[in-house]
């Protein structure tokens, strides 16, 4: 009986270590960046700045959770706006 216990958590702990080690990826740190050139600034049907707008944007990821920074400034230095947004993402669904 008690063999038969040792090889039952032998297996067992084989069988965790196996599935924990290759289920899991290790996250990964992800940086993207960009910059948009746009003729003129338009939110939600209303013209905010009638120049062109340079918009940068730089993204750093780390898993599911994500940072984003974005900005538009317009040529004629008439407006300009910065976000900060954080998003998680559940994966599965």
């Known amino acids: 009986m008690n063999n038969f216990l040792l090889r039952i958590c032998v ?3 084989l069988f965790f ?3 924990l ?5 290790k996250p990964k740190v992800d ?3 960009g ?6 600034y338009v939110w939600r ?5 009638d120049s062109p707008n340079l918009q940068p944007y730089a993204t750093l990821s780390y898993g599911g959770l994500s940072l984003t920074g974005f900005g538009s400034y317009a ?3 008439s407006f300009s706006e910065i976000d ?3 998003a998680y993402t559940l994966h599965g669904i």
Do not use: C, H
């Open 31 to 33: 940086i993207e960046a």
């Open 11 to 13: 297996l067992s702990a």
């Open 84 to 86: 900060w947004p954080l």
């Open 35 to 40: 910059l948009d050139v746009v003729s003129r």
């Open 45 to 49: 049907g209303s013209q905010l700045s």
């Open 17 to 19: 270590y196996v599935f």
């Open 21 to 25: 080690t290759n289920a899991q990826e």
């Open 75 to 77: 040529t004629s230095k």
